[in-house]
Each structure stands twice: as C-alpha cells, then as structure tokens.
C-alpha cells in the first residue's frame, strides 16, 4: 500500500466539507483584509466554544489510546483562543448580539475515531498558518494582541501536522476500520462547521 493512500483517501473523501469551510464569508474576507474587528471576535468566540468542548474529549481520547500514539501529543487551543477574545474586549472590540453557538461534541469511541478527528485539528492548525499574517493585519490599528492562536499555528502547524500523518497511515496499516477513521473526520468538519456556522453564516451583520 502506498504510503499516501491514507491521506489521499481522507483529502479525497471529506473534501466537499472541508471546501464548505473554506468558503465560509468570514475566512475570505480575512484572507482579502474587508473583514472587521467584530467579525473577527464572533470567529473567535466560536473557535473557543468549540475547543472548550473538543479540548476535553480529544485529551480523554488521548489517555485511553496513549500506548497506540507514541510520541503524539496532544496540544489543547482553547486558553490560547480565549486568551485572544479576552485581549479583543480589553480593547473594546464589541459585538451587536453573541454569535449563535451550539453545545455539539466529539464523538469518539475508539482510536480510529480519534485519528479521524486528529486529522481535521491537525490539519486546520496546519491550514491556520497561512492566517497569521491577514489576522496581524486586521488588528495592527486596534492596539490588540488577539492572534495568539494564528501565531501557534505558524509555529506548530506543520510540525504538528507531520506528526498526525504518521499516525494516520500507522493506523490505516493496522486497522480493519477505515471507514471509522473517515466517518469520524466527516463528524469533525461537521461540528466544527455547526459552531462556525457553515451552513448559513450570519456573522457579517455583526462585522
């Protein structure tokens, strides 16, 4: 088997939702600089509601497979997120009315599961690192240090990214349970895009 088969298999699979993140309003006005303060703290307010719960149920997955993962670790996001809506306010960043949210969580009950959702954080710190400079950009007149998180991604992403892959094709080799590993990152993309709002965004009347 080719050693990219795993990962082809899964860009190939989960594709459409990915992309529906991709081109969700918010992201492509931060990556073309019309994006406004506001709408960038709904975003990370809804990042932090995610990683609040996803932090929590990923790190117990981690303990119960810790034999199968070697040297992974896992990194929680969600202090740094929360450390960055914090910094936004300081500065008076304000919002109209709280961005909608939802109380969804990972599902994972096995490791094949938690590979799959690896996969999709791991690779979206990844994707992050390319926001880094666009988010230094929008904040540079608002006096607020609200990028923490983007610079995490620049730093780790990668490296973190690397990481999961190795994983990734580890368990596709010793596991029966494909289907386990794509079903739980279609799961992930699907509640990271219920807290963003993928599908049917209202965030731009809060920008």
Request: aromatic share 8%.
């Amino acid at each position: 088997m080719q050693q990219d088969s795993a990962r082809s298999t899964l860009k190939a699979d989960t594709a459409q939702p990915h992309e529906r993140l991709h081109e969700l309003p918010v992201f492509q006005k931060l990556v073309n600089g019309t994006l406004k303060p506001a709408g960038y703290l709904a975003l990370m307010m809804e990042f932090r509601e995610f990683y609040a719960r996803a932090d929590v149920d990923i790190a117990d997955a981690c303990e119960r497979y810790k034999k199968s993962l070697g040297d992974y670790e896992y990194f929680p996001r969600s202090k740094l997120i929360a450390s960055d809506v914090e910094a936004l306010e300081a500065h008076g960043v304000q919002l109209r009315q709280s961005p909608p949210t939802t109380d969804r969580r990972l599902k994972i009950g096995g490791l094949e599961e938690l590979i799959g959702v690896l996969y999709v954080v791991d690779g979206s710190a990844l994707g992050g690192s390319a926001l880094n400079r666009p988010v230094r950009l929008l904040l540079q007149d608002t006096g607020a240090d609200g990028a923490s998180y983007w610079r995490w991604c620049q730093t780790n992403g990668v490296r973190r990214w690397k990481s999961t892959l190795q994983l990734l094709e580890w368990c596709w080799q010793e596991s029966e349970n494909h289907g386990g590993i794509v079903s739980s990152a279609h799961q992930t993309f699907d509640v990271l895009g219920s807290y963003l709002g993928a599908h049917g965004h209202l965030r731009e009347q809060t920008c």
